[in-house]
């Protein structure tokens, strides 16, 4: 069973703040990963993809894995109250055509 | 222009009903997937497709089929609608095919909530 497991939260943090969010998944050889940032009643989108062990920045958004933990993050540091949302934690498990399993989500509140 | 569209947006209807939900991408994409969002934000696949492979998760109704035209729209129709299919369905796309089309991410669409009563 592939599964991908995320604290549902909700994570509140002050504005300014960095934001850690974490997710973990079931199957070592898994090779892709993705954070979905989900807006109220929204589609997600994407905001970062990783593939290699280590960190990855985009802008505000750095995301870290750990495959030998099977473990990866998502920082977001200067966090503003339009942060607000539900991220989700998506994984490639690439055991043959199998299409993105998706974490429950994190939902992230910037106090202001 | 919209990348990933979905019609309707909202649909209610009641109990035993068939109903379909149409999703398009113009993104020149050639596999489409139709997931489903539960009220608690969890997004559980239900089909994948390209020219070549339908996977359906073999936990998904078989009241549930996806219908493709070409590989530009993928139609979900449901049959004999019940209570707990209410949820929002979403659509996505992707380049490359299933395995590697999962390596840059997907597009979604922007949803249907279906809301049966």
């Known amino acids: 069973q592939k599964e991908v497991e995320q604290n549902s939260g909700p994570l509140s943090v002050p504005e300014g703040a960095i934001a850690s969010l974490n997710c973990t998944y079931s199957?070592?050889?898994?090779?892709?990963f993705f954070w979905y940032r989900q807006y109220s009643g929204k589609s997600p989108e994407l905001i970062m993809s990783?593939?290699?062990?280590g960190d990855k920045e985009d802008g505000r958004f750095t995301a870290q894995l750990n495959k030998a933990s099977q473990y990866v993050s998502l920082l977001i540091r200067d966090s503003q109250p339009s942060d607000s949302a539900t991220y989700l934690c998506a994984v490639n498990f690439s055991s043959g055509n199998t299409p993105l399993v998706f974490g429950k989500g994190t939902r992230l509140s910037v106090i202001a | 222009d919209t990348a990933v569209s979905q019609t309707p947006k909202y649909l209610v209807t009641q109990m035993g009903n068939d109903k379909s939900i149409k999703c398009e991408q113009n993104?020149?994409?050639?596999?489409m997937y139709w997931y489903k969002q539960d009220s608690k934000k969890f997004l559980k696949i239900m089909f994948s497709?390209?020219?070549?492979?339908?996977?359906i998760n073999e936990t998904v109704p078989n009241r549930f089929s996806p219908k493709s035209p070409d590989k530009a729209h993928l139609n979900l129709h449901i049959n004999s609608l019940e209570l707990g299919d209410s949820a929002v369905y979403f659509c996505?796309?992707?380049?490359?095919?299933?395995?590697?089309?999962?390596?840059?991410?997907?597009?979604f669409g922007s949803g249907t909530r279906l809301t049966v009563v």
């Open positions: 199957d070592r050889v898994s090779q892709s």
């Open positions: 497709y390209n020219n070549k492979e339908l996977i």
């Open positions: 996505a796309s992707s380049q490359g095919g299933m395995a590697r089309g999962s390596n840059y991410g997907y597009t």
């Open positions: 990783i593939y290699s062990n």
């Open positions: 993104l020149g994409h050639d596999t």
